[in-house]
């Protein structure tokens, strides 16, 4: 009888291992070791908002100018940012950082971004810098870019950031909330 | 007897011991937990092919235009692009992703360039992004870029793409064979 | 009284505890595995240095050119650059390799910098690129950007890189000096 039992389990534990060997979920059940929260508000210059813009179309493909964002997609438009970084989705929030860095648009035929971008945070929980890399489908709700280094407090961590748009005004103002699960945190 | 032996072993170990503290190779022995080889696509807008093009030359440096690649070796040009990614070397088998993202031509008197880009694959055998960047001395057979990141199957991977130039024709069409080899799988 | 130096000794240890817990310090304690202290030079084309210049301005916001960086911090300019890297701080020195890539200034109110960018070195000591990425507070004596991956020498390593503006004559030339310091080697 134990014999039997044995065997069951033999074959139950043989199974459990080979279905976590191919992972279907996108999820992995990693834990992160440490994990941010934070919103960032990007207003886009369109030629009559130079005062509160934080954010610039600095180049553009053939035929489009750098007030409007081009034709097909924006396919081709580089924007360059500086935006504030805020812990809810207020954006009169006082700043706990700066966004920095760039989106290119780059697909025609929808809405998809490249993002390399850093967060500089100032607060008296987090000082240091997270860099940030990775392709952004941004009609899909929640999508993932990676986290590949930091400095100061973020010193060599590693993770992945759950980005959501939070809110979507016309083509001048958007906020994103990043979910930031570090797995490395040295 | 046996002393001597033991002494003459010593020695041996040592060496190689010294010999492999210092690779001269720049391939390391590691072995990678994962490997995918794929090939991408890129179709350059030249002012004439709107219908097929992929990507477009987006900056320039003072005095070149953005339909056609600038003088010293393209110095300066940024190209945006949405390239389909295929398992074969035919531009028109059916595509399991899109390599999006940009490159940059960064010197002036030979042809290299900075890549920045990812692969967002959707197959039933890989679903996820992978995040590259480097240098890529186009002329040298095959380099060596970095693989600083991924998402969904890819979740936080890291490793080293050898690319090679598969196909050239002018300026308007070329392919890449990327050989993406994982270290980090998670 | 045995006793009450023990509980003495167990709140200090508690307190010592605690207070590692929640470092204060920018500088981790870690010991890198490898350190490399490299200059690299920057001159930048004004339109009248196309002999010598390194690097270019190649997109820039609404109102700008290409020949003389943008007034507001020069917010929205991306310069691409080719740049020769020396062991000492003498731009004539024998460069050791070719610093490649990109820097976008991105604050509008002072300078800052995004940068992406590769060394590829080719030495008798080392052969390989390594893949810088981070956010450059200009301003600041010494700022840290991350090493994000490598190749060849470099294969698979990560790290932080101290950043220091070595010398700033005018908007033409510039000297960086980077302590590179990596922390995974392979």
């Given at each position: 009888?134990?014999?039997?039992?044995?065997?069951?389990?033999?074959?139950?534990?043989?199974f459990l291992a080979v279905s976590s060997a191919r992972?279907?979920?996108?999820?992995?059940?990693?834990?992160?070791?440490?994990?941010?929260?934070?919103?960032?508000?990007?207003?886009?210059?369109?030629?009559?908002?130079?005062?509160?813009?934080?954010?610039?179309?600095?180049?553009?493909?053939?035929?489009?100018?750098?007030?409007?964002?081009?034709?097909?997609?924006?396919?081709?438009?580089?924007?360059?940012?500086?935006?504030?970084?805020?812990?809810?989705?207020?954006?009169?929030?006082?700043?706990?950082?700066?966004?920095?860095?760039?989106?290119?648009?780059?697909?025609?035929?929808?809405?998809?971004?490249?993002?390399?971008?850093?967060?500089?945070?100032?607060?008296?929980?987090?000082?240091?810098?997270?860099?940030?890399?990775?392709?952004?489908?941004?009609?899909?709700?929640?999508?993932?870019?990676?986290?590949?280094?930091?400095?100061?407090?973020?010193?060599?961590?590693?993770?992945?950031?759950?980005?959501?748009?939070?809110?979507?005004?016309?083509?001048?103002?958007?906020?994103?909330?990043?979910?930031?699960?570090?797995?490395?945190?040295?």
């Open positions: 009888m134990k014999a039997r039992i044995s065997i069951v389990l033999f074959f139950f534990l043989m992972p279907s979920a996108k999820k992995k059940p990693y834990k992160p070791c440490k994990e941010l929260v934070l919103f960032f508000h990007d207003i886009l210059y369109n030629g009559k908002n130079a005062g509160n813009a934080t954010s610039s179309i600095v180049a553009a493909p053939q035929g489009s100018n750098l007030t409007i964002l081009a034709g097909a997609n924006h396919f081709g438009n580089i924007v360059v940012f500086d935006d504030p970084i805020t812990l809810d989705n207020n954006l009169h929030s006082p700043p706990v950082g700066r966004a920095q860095g760039m989106y290119i648009y780059d697909t025609k035929n929808t809405f998809t971004a490249w993002l390399g971008f850093s967060f500089s945070l100032n607060t008296t929980d987090y000082q240091g810098s997270i860099n940030f890399i990775g392709a952004d489908p941004i009609l899909v709700k929640s999508r993932d870019i990676s986290v590949v280094g930091g400095t100061g407090d973020f010193f060599m961590h590693r993770g992945v950031a759950s980005v959501q748009t939070d809110s979507y005004e016309g083509e001048v103002y958007f906020r994103l909330r990043l979910d930031i699960k570090f797995y490395e945190c040295w």
